[in-house]
């Protein structure tokens, strides 16, 4: 299994990205997928989840600003992120979820916003 987490970068406070995890030896849209976040210093949380049903949450500090999809077609997971702040930032992940399915974190995509 390969998750490649891309689309990071720096942004002002206010401002948006889309980050994307493309995916291999695994097929995305008959597993529930998650968003997951680590900032420098804390533990890694939890972001946002898309069931294989299309149904999704959100941590309560994203919610209404971020927003989970998937391309079964490309077999690829979205998170869209607007109205960004200093404290999203983050090394982002994209993995299975519940957290302890996870094997390999791999690198992740990091979001620097400033203020």
């Known amino acids: 299994v390969q998750l490649q987490a891309s689309g990071g970068g720096l942004v002002q406070a206010g401002g948006s990205l889309t980050l994307s995890c493309a995916a291999s030896?695994?097929?995305?849209?008959?597993?529930?997928m998650g968003w997951y976040r680590q900032a420098p210093g804390k533990q890694r949380e939890w972001v946002a989840t898309?069931?294989?049903?299309?149904?999704?949450n959100y941590a309560d500090s994203v919610k209404g600003r971020f927003t989970i999809s998937r391309d079964n077609a490309k077999n690829t997971v979205y998170l869209q992120m607007n109205s960004l702040k200093p404290e999203d930032t983050a090394v982002y992940h994209c993995?299975?979820?519940?957290?302890?399915?996870?094997?390999?974190w791999g690198q992740g995509t990091l979001v620097t916003v400033s203020s």
């Open positions: 030896g695994i097929i995305l849209s008959i597993n529930t």
């Open positions: 898309i069931t294989s049903g299309g149904s999704t």
């Open positions: 993995n299975k979820y519940p957290q302890w399915l996870v094997r390999d």
